[in-house]
């Protein structure tokens, strides 16, 4: 887990992707989605909490609420949330997805989440881990985008989204 280019130890997010048929239960996997570092404001919030004088009450087990949205501008590791998060489409209106955490090997943290719909045809491009449920606020882990994946929210589509983030330590 040593950059090739520079020889330092990194950290990453990735996204794995799978459409959920809302009539027929069936999904389909899109594999993996993005392969990218995480976001500044992430990074900033875990370096105050390491440093005793700056602590904010920092709570990592809360990182763990899938917002998904069709903004479609680049990702940045100045993001602070997506660029245009669903919200009424959400199955309950405005509430993320909770993930459920797991840890598969000792520098692995994941997190998976299914959104459903209820309502709109929204061709979803991009993806995040926020802080908390709620859309239009908490802080954000990391943002994907990614090629469109149509839903159908008639038909009770989702978007089931697994997030690792590796956290290598070691030569």
């Known amino acids: 887990k040593v ?61 763990n609420f899938h917002g998904i949205g069709t903004g479609v501008v680049a990702e940045a590791a100045t993001d602070t949330a997506l660029g245009t998060e669903l919200t009424t489409e959400y199955n309950p209106n405005s509430t993320r997805a909770t993930g459920v955490q797991s840890q598969p090997t000792s520098d692995v943290y994941r997190t998976v989440a299914t959104n459903t719909l209820d309502s709109g045809t929204p061709a979803i491009t991009e993806h995040g881990v926020f802080n908390q449920a709620a859309t239009g606020g908490g802080n954000l882990f990391d943002r994907s985008v990614f090629a469109a994946i149509n839903l159908v929210g008639a038909n009770g589509d989702g978007l089931q989204t697994t997030y690792n983030f590796t956290l290598a330590s070691g030569g």
């Not at 799978?18 to 993005?34: F, M, N, P, Q």
């Open 3 to 63: 950059s090739l280019l520079t020889g330092y130890h990194f950290s990453y997010g990735t996204l794995w992707l799978r459409k959920i048929d809302g009539k027929t239960g069936e999904g389909v996997l899109y594999g993996i989605a993005s392969f990218r570092s995480f976001c500044n404001a992430a990074r900033d919030e875990v370096i105050d909490e390491l440093d005793a004088a700056t602590a904010a009450g920092f709570d990592a087990t809360l990182w």
